[in-house]
């Protein structure tokens, strides 16, 4: 398991853009998947948004294409995801995970059960 952190999460009103990080050190995520997932009261994890670290093709849920942007640095070894017009509904704490790349995006990329590695999380509060 590769030790990840997540930061940026806070409390915002609807309309404003946040942007989270997912970073470790000592490792590269070149060989991996990268991805968002969030937890909201319902106690289950969703997926939001992943990235194909190597290649930087980037793939969506549908609710949050368009508003949600998953991107990388190769530099710091981070990958962030800004978060534009949030919206009250986007309340949850905010997950990056890992997984190794099998070589082509599949669905199961798109569930938790399957990852290796998660950070802590980062609140994410959309008030009125």
């Known amino acids: 398991q590769v030790p990840l952190v997540e930061s940026g999460g806070g409390l915002v009103q609807t309309g404003d853009s946040l942007r989270l990080s997912c970073a470790t050190s000592?490792?590269?995520?070149?060989?991996?998947?990268v991805a968002w997932f969030r937890q909201g009261d319902e106690n289950e994890r969703h997926f939001v948004a992943g990235?194909?670290?190597?290649?930087?093709?980037?793939y969506y849920a549908d609710s949050m294409e368009g508003r949600f942007t998953i991107s990388r640095d190769n530099a710091k070894n981070t990958v962030y995801l800004q978060m534009n017009s949030l919206k009250l509904e986007d309340t949850a704490v905010y997950y990056c995970?890992?997984?190794?790349?099998?070589?082509?995006?599949?669905?199961?990329?798109?569930?938790?059960?399957?990852?290796?590695?998660w950070g802590q999380g980062t609140q994410v509060t959309v008030s009125s």
């Open positions: 995970a890992i997984i190794r790349y099998s070589g082509s995006w599949l669905p199961h990329y798109e569930k938790p059960y399957g990852y290796d590695s």
């Open positions: 000592g490792r590269t995520f070149i060989r991996d998947v």
């Open positions: 990235i194909i670290y190597g290649t930087g093709a980037t």
